[in-house]
């Protein structure tokens, strides 16, 4: 059985930075490509970042630079940096784990940039 256990949400405050990590109890977490998505109040769950496991990143292009995809295999740990954070990033940021036909999801972790 699969688990994404995503933790580090919060509230920050605007121009704030937060680090989410999200654990997978995975065997082959090597062989899988790890992703960050979000989903905010009545919009869809969109895409943020991947990573292989070799250390190749794609972002969404909006929010390249600000969000730092990263992972490390030997602690089966992907991990998201928000730099700069905006209300516009308020969502519930969701960990996914794809290889071949296999996809799971986290259970999600809130964040909330607020003054």
């Known amino acids: 059985q699969v688990q994404l256990v995503e933790s580090g949400g919060g509230l920050v405050q605007p121009g704030g930075s937060l680090r989410l990590s999200c654990g997978a109890s995975i065997s082959t977490f090597s062989n899988y490509v790890m992703a960050w998505y979000r989903q905010a109040p009545g919009k869809q769950r969109e895409f943020i970042a991947s990573?292989?496991?070799?250390?190749?990143?794609d972002y969404t292009g909006s929010l390249k630079g600000r969000f730092t995809i990263s992972r490390d295999n030997a602690k089966k740990t992907v991990y998201l940096q928000m730099n700069s954070l905006i209300p516009e990033d308020t969502a519930v940021y969701y960990c996914?784990?794809?290889?071949?036909?296999?996809?799971?999801w986290g259970q999600g972790t809130q964040v909330t940039v607020s003054s």
């Open positions: 996914n784990a794809r290889y071949a036909i296999s996809a799971y």
């Open positions: 990573i292989t496991s070799g250390g190749t990143t």
